[in-house]
């Protein structure tokens, strides 16, 4: 049983199918056609209104794969890095003790992706640090792994193409190498 707890991008926008080329319904593809997916993500959801509304659904599914993938729309609405690690800290307490393995997703570089272009990159860099840095901590207190995405998905600078037209959601394309990002972690970490 793989349960996602997430946002938007959990929910597959920016692919031209969301359905089926979200990086999720892909993810749970990869696990054969007797996998069970339980899709939990909801567009906009932060950290705070996932332990509401998608917690709790997580754990009663009796999972053996949670992917966690919640923190830029923390970051866009400015919640305090300590609300949020607060948070995170509630939910990966919650999950620890279902056994599952849980891979929690961190910030990639926001600076190769088009709705960030205004930013100050060396600004906006340092702030993904410290969101990565308590994430990693977060998860290490409780056994889960951390999918680094702002190591691993450094290609957007030569695919623009894993970018959507609002320019902050994954494509089809980025859909399906996030995907492939969170199955490597699983294949080796869990």
Known sequence: MYVAIGASDAVGIGARDPETEGWV????????????????????????????EQLEPAVDARPDLVTVWLAANDLNSRTPLERYAVGLDQMLSRLAPTGACVLVGNLPDLTLAPMYARSDAATLRAGLARWNAAIADVAARHGARVVDLFARWQELAEHPEYVSADGFHPSSEGHARLAE??????????
């Not at 892909?26 to 332990?51: D, E, K, M, W, Y």
């Not at 990002?181 to 869990?190: K, M, N, Q, T």
């Open 181 to 190: 990002l969170f199955a490597e972690a699983h294949g080796r970490d869990c």
């Open 25 to 52: 319904s892909r993810l749970g593809a990869s696990f054969g056609p007797q996998a069970h997916v339980i899709n939990l993500g909801i567009n906009g959801s932060t950290v705070a209104r996932a332990l509401q």
